[in-house]
């Protein structure tokens, strides 16, 4: 594409230079005085008007050439536009049902496999096992909830108890039972719950 521009610039800086030659030609012609004398004026005349024709032809010309340039680049402009590198077609990732092999580069494979694109090692799982894996799933996050919420309640007594209070909760945790301040001279007391070391279980 870049070559077809620099040619059509270079036709076009050609034609613009013998345009102006020709111009250039005429202006000197035309601005000689005339030596000759007046019984020579006629062929005089009639040389300048033979020189007019072949420059208003070698201008047509030109012109004409410059214009079927353009015409050829439009042209050629629009064949491109319709070949087919310009096309763009989906290509299949595999060919004739052929999984992609990636056990000669390691790699390769190890990555494809955390990516969650390498070969599928698992079955698909029955409805059962569905069942049984939400279920699962459903137990794993009540005992993260209730261990996340007895971590709480156990940071949040300590940090009253580095503040000068002790702190009752009731047994699920979510209510503050007491709040009374330590007493300054028995800082080394560990008491938390007041014999409710059942809270948290």
């Known amino acids: 594409m870049e070559a077809q521009k620099d040619q059509k610039e270079r036709s076009m800086l050609l034609a613009l230079l013998l345009f102006l030659g020709a111009a ?6 035309l601005g000689e005085p005339d030596p000759k004398p007046k019984g020579e004026g006629v062929s005089a005349k009639l040389k300048s008007e033979k020189y007019e024709k072949s420059v208003n032809k070698h201008l047509m010309l030109t012109n004409e050439r410059m214009e079927l340039e353009r015409q050829r680049m439009a042209v050629e402009n629009a064949r491109l536009l319709n070949t087919d590198f310009n096309r763009t077609e989906p290509q299949p990732a ?6 992609l092999d990636l056990s000669m580069d390691n790699r390769a494979a190890e990555l494809a496999n955390e990516l969650g694109r390498g070969e599928k090692k698992e079955q698909a799982l029955s409805p059962d096992e569905i069942v049984q894996k939400e279920l699962f799933n459903q137990q794993q996050m009540h005992e993260y909830s209730q261990a996340y919420k007895e971590e709480y309640a156990r940071q949040f007594i300590e940090n009253a108890r580095r503040g000068g209070y002790r702190v009752i909760l009731s047994e699920d945790l979510s209510r503050v039972i007491s709040v009374q301040p330590l007493k300054r001279g028995n800082s080394n007391s ?10 948290l279980q």
């Open 24 to 29: 250039g030609l005429i202006f000197a012609y």
């Open 94 to 99: 595999y060919r004739n049902n052929e999984t």
């Open 190 to 199: 560990m008491e938390l719950f007041g014999g409710g070391d059942d809270i």
